[in-house]
């Protein structure tokens, strides 16, 4: 289940558990919020994304008896603009939503990703760091803090993010592959590769790994590898492949 689903079904078991416990008004406006919610979902699924806002900011309206649910409509509405490239009205959404509900580490790692797109990364980083604060197993909050280390260029501190992150969720692929990137631009691609091999055989289908690790094995020398990574990237993103094979034939000059 991809991020939006999960915070569509926490949304959805607010609601639920707001209409046990809740009196006749606020069990309406439970309901008003429920239906709210499928106007959004259809409105986004057809591409109606300003329909789609509209109706998350007024589940906010509906359910402020409610911050967890209100939060939740928020932090919707604010993804909407994050994948519309609305970067600072998605900043905005994610700060109403942490102030309706401090406590949620959800809302405060998504406007850490805003920030970060932004490249405000040093408040990015500190968004990144209260979520994992709120919650010490939020994997993605913990992995954005090596990323954003990554893009500030301090590469030891982003490698450290990513070790203790594989030692601590040894299944999570992201990790792994990153770990790939930043030990290759330190210098270390013979290191590296081990670590885009591990991220392939844990998800197979990203492509950006092949990618990564075809880029390490170019970083050796090694154009006979790079070749075989891009082979595969070819059957699922043909569009990175063409742009590795400019990679490599420069790399052959």
């Known amino acids: 289940m991809d991020r939006p689903a999960r915070l569509w079904a926490k949304t959805v078991l607010l609601l639920c558990l707001w209409v046990t416990a809740a009196g006749q008004s606020a069990t309406d406006a439970a309901q008003e919020a429920q239906r709210l919610i499928r106007v959004a979902q259809t409105a986004e699924q057809e591409n109606r994304y300003e329909d789609a806002i509209k109706a998350y900011e007024t589940i906010a309206i509906v359910a402020r008896s409610s911050p967890p649910i209100a939060a939740n409509g928020l932090l919707h509405a604010g993804q909407i603009y994050m994948a ?107 290191e590296a590769i081990a670590f885009h091999q591990k991220a392939i055989r844990l998800n197979p289908r990203d492509p950006s790994f092949y990618y990564n690790s075809a880029i390490s094995y170019l970083m050796l020398g090694d154009v006979r590898n790079a070749q075989e990574q891009k082979l595969q990237l070819e059957k699922l993103d043909p569009a990175m492949a063409e742009h590795l094979a400019v990679m490599i034939a420069k790399r052959q000059k």
């Open 84 to 190: 519309t490239g609305r970067f600072e009205k998605a900043a905005a959404s994610f700060r109403s939503a942490i102030s309706i509900d401090p406590r949620s580490a959800e809302a405060h790692n998504a406007l850490g990703e805003a920030l970060g797109e932004l490249k405000q990364y040093q408040s990015a980083l500190r968004s990144f760091q209260q979520a994992v604060n709120l919650d010490g197993s939020f994997v993605r909050a913990r992995y954005n803090i090596g990323v954003t280390y990554e893009r500030l260029g301090q590469l030891k501190y982003a490698e450290f993010v990513y070790r203790i992150l594989i030692r601590d969720h040894p299944e999570f692929p992201l990790a792994y592959d990153s770990l790939g990137v930043v030990l290759s631009k330190s210098g270390h691609a013979r």
